[in-house]
């Protein structure tokens, strides 16, 4: 069975500054993975996925996401933070007919 | 392009009531529909997914039941509704399971 992990609830980071939000996986097969942005009493928007190839996926808003095998992880990741990024965060992998999403980490990003 | 509905955006509605949320996609045809519930503003449930007219998998049994009577509609019901049946419910779409999933707006359920 496919599932996907996000160990951290809450992410801070300072504006200007790098982040990274974690997610691991775990699969039989190769894995389709996913992020999505949930910003408040709104649906999730999808930033970026991998499917094969290029292990750094380029997505939407200057985000991107490294997919590593042999860590199973796909972390999304921002060189400089803005405060407009502050949000909900959530990967998610793909199932037979719909996909597995992971429990959301929120994203602070302090002035 | 492609563009998902849904309404209400907002509803209270007293526990034992009825309920219907509509969902609707325009700009593609024969997607994948799902119905997510959505608690506190954290997890997501998958509540109901439909790959064609008047078929459905429920992944959650409970009091709720979902339809899709044309190809770019997805309804979700419920004959009598339950405190614990509060919640964002959110609609999206895929071309088919593997592709990413589209969302609509979401409705915001208050059960009082």
């Known amino acids: 069975a496919q599932s996907v992990a996000q160990p951290e609830d809450q992410v801070n980071v300072a504006e200007g500054n790098p982040l990274t939000v974690k997610c691991t996986y775990s699969v039989s097969g190769n894995p389709y993975l996913f992020w999505y942005v949930q910003y408040p009493n709104r649906g999730l928007q999808f930033l970026l996925k991998y499917i094969t190839g290029d292990n750094l996926v380029k997505g939407s808003y200057g985000f991107e996401a490294e997919f590593n095998k042999s860590q199973t992880s796909f972390h999304l990741k921002k060189p400089s933070a803005l405060v407009s990024d502050s949000a909900l965060y959530f990967c998610a992998i793909t199932g037979a007919n719909n996909l597995f999403f992971g429990t959301g980490t929120r994203l602070t990003v302090i002035p | 392009s492609q563009t998902i509905h849904q309404w209400p955006a907002t509803l209270v509605q007293p526990v034992g009531s009825p309920l219907s949320l509509e969902c609707t996609v325009e700009g593609t045809s024969n997607p994948n529909l799902y119905w997510y519930r959505q608690a506190a503003g954290r997890g997501l449930q998958l509540l109901f997914y439909s790959v064609g007219i008047g078929q459905i998998s429920s992944e959650v049994p409970q009091n709720l039941s979902a339809s899709r009577p044309q190809d770019r509609q997805f309804i979700l019901s419920s004959k009598k509704l339950l405190l614990s049946d509060s919640g964002f419910y959110l609609c999206?779409?895929?071309?088919?399971?593997?592709?990413?999933?589209?969302f609509g707006p979401g409705t915001r359920l208050t059960v009082l």
């Open positions: 999206a779409w895929s071309v088919h399971g593997y592709n990413e999933q589209f």
